[in-house]
């Protein structure tokens, strides 16, 4: 199984920046799927999740209205478009895969495969 984040880069705030995450290796529809992020000595945050029909989404509160997650079976793909992007939102983001039909878990244990994660840099 492979997950591959990418889109990351540097943004000021205020401006928006779309992350992918393309999934190899497993049957992606049977998955939710979700985004982290972690700043360096802090703990790995959930973000957003989506459930396998790409029905219902949820979200961390600091996000939501900003963000949009999305995905799309027939490439595999799960999308994050960050919208008036704040400098505390700087961070390594992480796309996850859960098996579960149901609703995208928010802790990590819940998720049973990760991608290696793409940078995120807003400046003020």
């Known amino acids: 199984v492979q997950l591959q984040a990418f889109g990351g880069g540097l943004v000021q705030a205020g401006g928006s920046l779309r992350l992918s995450c393309a999934a190899s290796?497993?049957?992606?529809?049977?998955?939710?799927m979700g985004w982290f992020r972690q700043i360096p000595g802090k703990e790995r945050e959930f973000v957003a999740g989506?459930?396998?029909?790409?029905?219902?989404?949820n979200y961390v509160g600091s996000v939501k209205g900003r963000f949009t997650i999305s995905r799309d079976n027939t490439k595999n793909t799960v999308y994050l478009r960050m919208n008036s992007l704040k400098p505390e939102d700087t961070a390594v983001y992480y796309c996850?895969?859960?098996?579960?039909?149901?609703?995208?878990?928010?802790?990590?244990?819940?998720?049973?495969?990760w991608g290696q994660g793409t940078l995120v840099t807003v400046s003020s």
């Open positions: 996850a895969a859960d098996r579960t039909l149901g609703v995208a878990g928010t802790l990590v244990p819940n998720y049973d495969y």
């Open positions: 290796g497993l049957t992606f529809s049977s998955y939710a």
């Open positions: 989506i459930t396998w029909s790409g029905g219902t989404a």
